[in-house]
Nanobody
Framework: QVELVESGGGSVQAGESLQLSCIGS????????VGWFRQAPGKEREFVGT????????SVADSVKGRFTVSRDNAKNTVYLQMNNLKPADTAAYYC???????????????WGQGTQVTVSS
């Protein structure tokens, strides 16, 4: 069993940055791949990024490449999503997920956090 808690969301202006954190509980969290997804109102959940358990392999969606990065600190049981140069199109609820491979697909993950809202105004 893995429990996930996201934090770090907020309201920012376009061009600003935010860092989201995903803290995991459970002994297996440090051995788990973690994915980040987002969902805007009226839209389907969208892949944002993923990182394997060692932190040596990470990838992000083309829509955020060059602006977002995923990293982790297993000593702190925490995975980060650094978001730079935010755009209004990045406005969404952001979720972290674990319990699957480092996949781009939401259905591959078993455990989900409650989400944190990011709002970007122009």
């Amino acid at each position: 069993q893995v429990e996930l808690v996201e934090s770090g969301g907020g309201s920012v202006q376009a061009g600003e940055s935010l860092q989201l954190s995903c803290i995991g509980s459970g002994r297996t969290f440090s051995l788990a791949a973690v994915g980040w997804f987002r969902q805007a109102p009226g839209k389907e959940r969208e892949f944002v990024g993923t990182i394997n358990w060692t932190g040596k392999s990470a990838s992000v969606a083309d829509s955020v490449k060059g602006r977002f990065t995923v990293s982790r600190d297993n000593a702190k049981n925490t995975v980060y999503l650094q978001m730079n140069n935010l755009k209004p199109a990045d406005t969404a609820a952001y979720y972290c997920a674990a319990g699957g491979p480092d996949s781009h697909y939401a259905h591959d993950y078993e455990y989900w956090g409650q989400g944190t809202q990011v709002t970007v105004s122009s």
